[in-house]
């Protein structure tokens, strides 16, 4: 396994590799990242790992300074899952002091995600550039536990016409139904376990689609009211919203919808999502 911190160091060895996959992550890394690690593995043979905490993504009022990390942990699985390259940069490679180019990805970042938290898919997608441009992948792995990434993420990949093939991975849970999320560190137990309406939110709604139910308003008060008995929840958005447009629907019709809420619980906010109906 290469660990390499400077561009150069990649240069040189992304000849190697013909089919390359890229994992990019923020670090601190569990079982929903390496779901995406083997995938890549399976599909391209090379897999690639960045770790960076990327600051032009978080607000100055956000958890940027207290993001987990463990580097030590992080490089002992992943040479356990073999992989090839792992691209630890340190803030001054990705954005030297001069720096002044950022992607915009236009409308999809208006809604969810990106009113909540102005500026973090400007950061976002300026970072997934360069580290595609960096690195040259032929594939990238994203998470569907950030639905309206995997979204971005490949309208600006189409928009503009960058070479490499997008591949959504299923979120990951605990068995208790909580996704996983580097975040879930912040949980005290008390916490952990009021983590878990949001899971459980999701599913009432779900339950209600299965039986036909095809008014959105009714998928978002059930699990507005899930949420509600959870004293410790206190949700920012709710959102039944067409999984292509991410325009919140009035009716769901045969393309389905993608259910999706942020909520804070104590020191951590904390998203989740499903898209019904379900993909095989
Ligand atoms: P992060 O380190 O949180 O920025 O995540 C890096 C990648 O892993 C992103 O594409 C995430 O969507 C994905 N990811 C994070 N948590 C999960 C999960 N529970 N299941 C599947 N993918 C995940």
């Given amino acids: 396994?290469?660990?390499?911190?400077?561009?150069?160091?990649?240069?040189?060895?992304?000849?190697?590799?013909?089919?390359?996959?890229?994992?990019?992550?923020?670090?601190?890394?569990?079982?929903?990242?390496?779901?995406?690690?083997?995938?890549?593995?399976?599909?391209?043979?090379?897999?690639?790992?960045?770790?960076?905490?990327?600051?032009?993504?978080?607000?100055?009022?956000?958890?940027?300074?207290?993001?987990?990390?463990?580097?030590?942990?992080?490089?002992?699985?992943?040479?356990?899952?073999?992989?090839?390259?792992?691209?630890?940069?340190?803030n001054s490679i990705i954005y030297p002091p001069d720096f002044c180019t950022y992607v915009h990805v236009e409308q999809l970042t208006t809604m969810l995600e990106g009113r909540a938290r102005p500026g973090f898919f400007r950061g976002v997608a300026t970072v997934v550039c360069k580290l595609f441009n960096i690195i040259q992948p032929t594939h990238a792995y994203f998470g569907q536990k950030d639905a309206q990434q995997c979204v971005v993420v490949q309208q600006m990949v189409k928009d503009l016409n960058l070479p490499i093939q997008i591949i959504i991975g299923p979120t990951v849970r605990e068995p208790d139904g909580l996704a996983m999320s580097s975040r879930n560190a912040y949980l005290s137990p008390t916490e952990r376990t009021a983590a878990t309406t949001l899971y459980r939110a999701l599913q009432s709604a779900k339950e209600l689609y299965v039986a036909g139910e095809r008014n959105a308003e009714s998928l978002r008060q059930s699990i507005q009211r899930?949420?509600?008995?959870?004293?410790?929840?206190?949700p920012e958005y709710i959102s039944a919203a067409d999984p292509t447009t991410l325009d919140e629907l009035e009716t769901i019709d045969e393309r389905g919808v993608l259910l999706s809420l942020a909520v804070r619980i104590g020191p951590a906010r904390l998203i989740d999502n499903i898209l019904l109906p379900n993909k095989p």
Wanted: net charge negative; proline share 7%; charged share 25%.
């Fill in 1 to 90: 396994m290469e660990i390499v911190e400077h561009i150069e160091a990649i240069r040189t060895l992304r000849p190697r590799f013909e089919r390359l996959g890229l994992v990019p992550t923020m670090g601190y890394l569990h079982e929903g990242h390496l779901s995406l690690i083997r995938r890549a593995r399976a599909d391209c043979g090379a897999v690639a790992v960045s770790i960076f905490v990327n600051p032009t993504q978080f607000a100055p009022h956000e958890d940027l300074a207290r993001y987990p990390r463990d580097l030590d942990h992080d490089l002992r699985l992943l040479r356990q899952e073999q992989v090839d390259l792992v691209f630890v940069p340190h």
């Fill in 226 to 234: 899930v949420l509600a008995a959870e004293p410790l929840a206190q």
